[in-house]
């Protein structure tokens, strides 16, 4: 059984049908997924939990392709507030649902090893092969940072994939240390920043399973639609998602996904269609 964690809200519904329809399309080995999600309308309105109507159709979807996948909602509201309300993170540069994985040790009967994948992420072949990775030794695996290990210090990381050794992770603290560090100081990347200068170990792997830039290489297992700066032929951000097809096709000339992305559209039709939107 392969452990997963995703988090977000009620917004994230579109990243995760495409994300666990690309794992499953292309792992043979059942995945448990836990979603992590939360009440946090104290902070907008909109940052309301993700439905058990959405859950129940993310688990009819995964388990269609394998009997024994399975889709669990955790609702960790109470644990957010108690570890981060007034924290001045809650207003990081992305949503406090990023800080979601950093609750993973207060959970009771979470597993000793986890991959945590943020939602704007697609599998390119089997996750196995990245979640076999031994990391018996380590708190975590991950990839550099695309920018941060130029600017920031050559091991950076980025916080997009990483694979949790619970285990050693609840032995260091590094969970622990990485939530009072986010309660007494304001930072840049928040958890990102939290987890990585609270480190005591960690192994880092090939761009291969993070892949941050580039969209069409051969080689790639995670392909992770996140922000780009571009340079030519000015300086400007680009952020497009892999739910956003159009432009992932015209703009990023990305078509590795395609089978998947066209399984969404159809399966996010009919959801759609079932609950009357």
């Known amino acids: 059984m392969i452990n997963i964690l995703l988090c977000g809200n009620s917004k994230v519904f579109d990243g995760a049908l495409t994300e666990l329809i690309s794992i499953t399309n292309k792992t043979k080995e059942a995945i448990n997924c ?19 109507e959405e859950i129940e159709y993310l688990d009819e979807v995964v388990k269609q392709k394998n009997p024994k996948n ?7 509201t109470n644990l957010y507030k108690q570890e981060f309300t007034g924290s001045a993170n809650e207003t990081a540069y992305c949503t406090p649902y990023t800080l979601l994985r950093l609750l993973a040790d207060l959970v009771p009967n979470m597993p000793d090893k986890l991959l945590y994948l943020d939602i704007d992420m697609m599998v390119a072949g089997d996750i196995s092969e990245l979640y076999n990775i031994d990391v018996s030794e380590y708190e975590y695996a991950a990839v550099k940072e695309k920018y941060g290990h130029w600017v920031i ?5 980025n916080a997009g994939m990483l694979l949790f050794n619970m285990k050693k992770m609840k032995e260091t603290k590094l969970l622990e240390k990485a939530r009072d560090m986010l309660r007494k100081r304001k930072l840049l990347f928040a958890d990102q920043d939290a987890i990585f200068w609270n ?19 051969k080689k790639t297992l995670i392909c992770h639609f996140c922000k780009r700066l571009l340079i030519w032929p000015y300086p400007r951000t680009e952020n497009f998602k892999q739910w956003n097809v159009t432009e992932v096709h015209k ?8 089978d998947d992305l066209y399984e969404y559209i159809y399966l996010k039709k009919k959801y759609e269609k079932m609950k009357g939107i």
């Open 199 to 217: 480190t005591t170990k960690k192994l880092l792997l090939p761009r291969k399973y993070n892949e941050q830039s580039r969209f069409n290489r």
């Open 251 to 258: 703009i990023l000339k990305c078509y590795a996904f395609d």
């Open 70 to 76: 399975i889709i669990t909602k955790i609702d960790v």
């Open 34 to 52: 836990y979603i992590f999600t939360m009440d946090a309308t104290h902070i907008k309105p909109q940052y309301t939990p993700i439905s058990d």
């Open 153 to 157: 210090r050559p091991d950076y990381i």
